[in-house]
Structure formats: C-alpha cells, structure tokens
C-alpha cells in the first residue's frame, strides 16, 4: 500500500516534531544565500533556533518577485558546481524565476513522485504515458524521473499529436496518463472521431493537474475513459508536481509534509488560519540543498481539510484549488499573467490605450481573445497593411506567452469605457 510507510504513515506528532527540526535545518541552510542573508538579519539564525510552529510564522514571506528581483543566484545556497538541474519560467519580460537543483534535490524529488504514483496505484507493470510538456516546464521531467524511480515503463511522448498519441496508446497498451484534464476532454473526441474502442486500450489511471478542474471535470474524465483520475498539484518553486497528490479516497491532495510545510494565510493580512479555513498556501521547502525557500507565497486559494483520512496517511490535505490570489491565468496549463500581454501590446505604436482579454473554451480548447483599439490614422491604411500588423502582434504575443492569440482590431471608442480599476480580462471559461 506504501512507498515509505514509515513516513507515510507518521502520525501527527511524529510529522510535527520534524516539521520543527526540518525547519531550523532549512534556516541554517537559506541564510547562506546572499537573498535570505540579508532578509533574515534580524533573526540571530542560528543561534536562536525557532522553538515552536508558532515561532516560526514570525519570519517574512517570499514571493516570485523576490526570486526575479534576484536573478539568477540570489537565492542558492551551495556552490554552482554542486549544481546538475535548473528549471526555470516562460516569458520574456523581466527576469524569469529560476530554481536550481542538486543531485540530491534531484533524487528527493523522484521519490517524492514515485511516492505519489504509488499511493494512486501504480505499479512497476505500469506502462506510463507522460503527455506533458518536456524541457524548462516541470511537469515533464518531474514525472519523467518518478516515473523511472518507481519501475514502470514510460513513455517520454510529450505533448500534442492526438493522433499520435491515441497510436502509442494502443500499440504500447498504455496503463497510465499524465494528461491535462482539458486535453483528456480534447483527446477523447479526436478517440471518438477515430473510432478506437476503449477495450482496445488498456487505460486505468490518469494523473490530471498543473491547472485547475472541477470535481465534474474528473468525473467527466473518469466516466468516458472509464479509469480513474487523480489530482496532482504543484508549482516550480517547490520543484513542481509532488509537492501534494490524491490518495484513493480521492477526497484531497496529501501534502508530502517530509518535504513541505504547508501554511494557509489570510492573503489580506498574511496571518495563518486554522484548518479548514479558505485562504492562500504557503510553501517552506524542507529538504532543499541548492535553493530553499522559506514561506513562499503562492497564490493559489484552498483550505487544508481537518480529521485523518481512511488511507492512514496522516499528512494534511489540500482541498482542490478555487482561484488564485492574483490575476494569473493558466492557459491550457501555461502561465500567464495579463501584464505579459499589456506589455507587448503598448510595444505598438499602432495600438491605442485600451484592450480587452477574453479566454474562451472551444471545444475543450482554450484561447485567449484580444480585443485591441488601433489608432484611428491607423485605420486608413490597406487591408494588407492591417493584416500585417496583426500578424505582427500575434508573433510578439506569441514569443513572450508561448500559446498564439487570436486577435481582433476595433476602432478607438468601441470597448467598454471603465471608470475606475479596468476590467480588462473576461474568463469565459465554463461560461459559454
Ligand atoms: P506547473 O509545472 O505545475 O505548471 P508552475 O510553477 O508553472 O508549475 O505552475 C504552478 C501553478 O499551477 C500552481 O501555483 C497552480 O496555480 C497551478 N496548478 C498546478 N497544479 C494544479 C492543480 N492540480 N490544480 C489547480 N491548479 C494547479
Ligand atoms: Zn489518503
């Protein structure tokens, strides 16, 4: 039933008490970076270890700017040679946050993966699916590693090629996916469309996260491939997948509390709330070597759900994710923030001062749509003339957010006027 019993089944005092000795390891080791040196000064660290969980929420929070505000090695701890790993985020504008690793962050992390593949079941006969994006982007490699760790066979595919896919998993007899849930939708039109029966796969589980779903959604998954789905949550900063997964029960994410303390903190104020409480989750890496990172915010709304769940882990769960505290969209499992888009927009001296975003799901498929005015002695121009500003403008988009918008000119005056704060994004997901 376990990877590691004796860690997974640890009870609360036991998780606690380590958590403790985890967390004054993790401060001798963050101040030795230039960032947390200069954060930390005030707290004499180590001669005055923190004494309780209490103590702790004292200390300052890190956000992602602070990781772009110390670009690139203001937070590492270790020597660059000691060094085998970087991943880092997408975007052009300003500095990307980048998260290094060592060997051994390397070796965690597999088996914090294999751990939680375990826990949903699979096993070393397991032919594994990895439909997720190699390269920079954690989701790939992360399974990748976990998935080598555990025993099973996988098959490094990548992401797109529906058909292609559909291909591997027939001739290969594909047991698990790691899958976006939006693409699970997707794929299984192009399945049906295809006509592939299902009795001529051999699908049993998916792994479906990096963006966020509804309970309906994983029950859509799990009725038209008849499998069963499990939540998978993570975030570069904290490695990426495997920071928190679904048990059987499937009635929250674990999250593996030997690497991560977990904190859920009024987004308003920072104070920490209790359990059971909605708010924002913060992350203090406990076992990082290259780059620890202490109370990292990150943005994503959820509770951690109080009592023990039935598997006999005792490591806390996180309810599935509501929202972000912030603006950031994620776009078919990309990143992005609105500012990214503003930014290149206001590059163009054709553009005029105001512009709409809207994501819209088409066919499980998601797009953003951009509204944009041009300048009125723009509009004078040919149509060959517009045509290739477009294009233009979709290239630039397209380099700093990955993903290729659609875009629509409009005449100065024709978007809604805003009085005060702007609504400039309109999610029409789930909407339409
Ligand atoms: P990833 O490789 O998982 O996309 P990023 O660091 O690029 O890692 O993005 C992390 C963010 O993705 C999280 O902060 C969260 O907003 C979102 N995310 C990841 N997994 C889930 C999930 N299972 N449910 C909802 N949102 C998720
Ligand atoms: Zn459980």
Redesign the pocket.
């Known amino acids: 039933m376990y990877w590691e019993k004796d860690i997974e089944t640890l009870g609360r005092d036991g998780l606690n008490k380590m958590t403790l000795t985890k967390l004054n390891q993790m401060l001798s080791t963050a101040i030795k970076s230039p960032y947390y040196q200069k954060k930390l000064k005030d707290f004499d660290i180590p001669n005055q270890p923190i004494k309780s969980l209490k103590d702790f929420q004292r200390l300052p929070f890190t956000e992602k700017q602070d990781l772009r505000d110390h670009f690139p090695d203001g937070l590492l701890c270790c020597s660059k040679e000691e060094i085998i790993r970087m991943h880092s985020?997408s975007g052009t504008t300003g500095n990307p946050t980048v998260v290094y690793h060592t060997k051994k962050d390397i070796e965690t992390w597999a088996n914090l993966m294999a751990r939680s593949l375990y826990m949903a079941g699979v096993r070393r006969r397991d032919v594994f699916q990895n439909i997720m994006g190699y390269g920079l982007?954690?989701?790939g490699l992360?399974f990748h590693y976990g998935v080598e760790k555990l025993g099973a066979m996988i098959i490094p595919i990548g992401t797109g090629n529906s058909k292609r896919q559909l291909w591997f998993m027939k001739e290969f007899q594909t047991s698990v996916l790691h899958i976006l849930p939006n693409y699970a939708l997707r794929l299984h039109m192009v399945l049906k469309e295809e006509k592939i029966k299902l009795e001529d796969l051999n699908l049993r589980i998916a792994c479906?996260?990096?963006?966020?779903?509804t309970e309906e959604t994983r029950r859509k998954i799990e009725e038209l491939y008849k499998i069963k789905a499990y939540?998978?949550?993570?975030?570069?900063?904290m490695n990426?997948?495997g920071v928190?997964f679904e048990c059987t029960y499937q009635s929250g994410?674990h999250v593996w509390e030997d690497a991560f303390y977990p904190e859920i903190i009024d987004p308003q104020t920072g104070e920490v709330l209790p359990d059971g409480e909605w708010g924002e989750l913060v992350f203090t890496t406990l076992q990082r070597e290259a780059m620890p990172i202490l109370r990292y915010r990150?943005?994503?709304l959820t509770r951690i759900i109080p009592g023990a769940c039935p598997c006999g882990r005792h490591h806390r769960r996180i309810d599935?994710?509501k929202g972000?505290s912030d603006d950031?969209l994620?776009i078919n499992?990309?990143?992005i923030f609105p500012m990214q888009i503003e930014q290149k927009l206001m590059q163009f001296e054709e553009v005029g001062s105001n512009y709409i975003i809207e994501i819209r799901n088409e066919n499980y498929l998601e797009k953003i749509h951009i509204k944009v005015e041009i300048k009125p002695e723009y509009f004078g121009g040919t149509l060959t003339q517009l045509e290739s500003l477009k294009g233009r403008i979709i290239e630039s988009l397209k380099a700093e957010i990955t993903v290729s918008p659609v875009v629509q000119f409009v005449e100065p005056g024709t978007l809604p006027d805003f009085a005060g704060k702007a609504q400039r994004v309109f999610d029409l997901r789930n909407k339409e």
């Open positions: 985020s982007f954690t989701g992360g479906i996260g990096s963006e966020p779903h939540n998978s949550y993570g975030l570069s900063e990426g997948p928190a994410m990150t943005k994503d599935r994710i972000r950031m994620i499992g990309v990143n």
